[in-house]
């Protein structure tokens, strides 16, 4: 059963029906999550897709989304290593956290950036950790 424990401004749930498989939001420890089941993984890592979290904060879209979370871990298959990652206990497991941000050449820009411009972020962090490592 899909959770659908809060609601996203219209824009994302606009994106999110139209791009995005199965995803759902929770509420855990006070914190409100979005988790996209099965989100693909470029090629390179340990496995093809995951679960990936993203932490909604209550000011958002406001407020930025800041870093990913994993699971399970996600490890490079030449086995070098990922830097700054940390434990996140969420929804009964152990999320692999990403410790990633935007810089102020990127900042994030209420209303203009959403979960969609978030999740490419997302996806230029997981392809950018080949080209820093």
Known sequence: MVRREFL??????????KYM??????????????IFNDYPVPKGYNVPKIRLALRIDRGYP???????YFFPPLARADNKPIGALANQP????????????RTPQNPWRPGLD???THLLLVEHWMKREF???
């Not at 996203?8 to 029906?17: A, Q, V």
């Not at 498989?21 to 979005?34: A, D, H, K, L």
């Not at 406001?62 to 990913?68: C, E, F, G, N, W």
């Open 8 to 17: 996203l401004p219209e824009e994302d749930m606009d994106f999110l029906s």
């Open 21 to 34: 498989g199965e995803w759902e939001t929770i509420i855990s420890s006070g914190q409100q999550w979005i």
């Open 62 to 68: 406001s407020s930025q989304i800041d870093m990913a």
């Open 90 to 101: 969420l929804d009964g497991k152990v999320f692999q956290r990403w410790s990633r941000h």
């Open 114 to 116: 959403n979960l969609e």
């Open 131 to 133: 080209n820093i490592r």
